[in-house]
């Protein structure tokens, strides 16, 4: 089964915790190559992090199933400091990686396809409604 990319919201138990996990990382000598060896498990891959000093912190992760995610971070001890939500990424762009491709047809024929079909018409049934 091929992989698919899902975003992970990640927040921590309480500020003791966020604040022990935000208080290491200035003194942390890890280069980004040292980063992506890390955070790669045979199930799933942390592709990309961003974390800032509020209550939540987000990566960019791949796997072939959500569980496959759930798992690893839970057989690597994360659950004992964080919870995590997951959601797919149907469609991503990236303003460093354009490369003139059409992301819209990443939509056709699946499940976004779907979700594009239903918004169309829940916008049109609004427009004729005189709602917007």
């Not at 190559?33 to 960019?60: L, M, N, S």
């Not at 995590?84 to 699946?110: C, E, S, W």
Request: charged content about 25%; some cysteine; overall charge negative.
């Amino acid at each position: 089964m091929a992989r698919k990319t899902f975003t992970a919201i990640h927040t921590y138990h309480d500020e003791k915790t966020k604040n022990e996990f935000l208080s290491d990382m200035p003194t942390t000598e890890r280069t980004d190559v040292e980063w992506k060896e890390i955070y790669t498990f045979e199930k799933c891959q942390c592709k990309a992090t961003w974390v800032g000093t509020d209550d939540f912190f987000f990566c960019q992760r791949e796997a072939e199933t959500p569980e496959d995610i759930l798992s690893t971070l839970t057989e690597r001890g994360f659950d004992d400091y964080i919870f995590t939500a997951l959601y797919p990424i149907l469609m991503h762009i990236d303003t460093n990686q354009v490369t003139g491709r059409n992301p819209y047809k990443d939509f056709i024929g699946g499940i976004p396809n779907k979700l594009f079909v239903f918004y169309q018409l829940l916008t049109k049934a609004t427009h004729i409604k005189g709602n917007i």
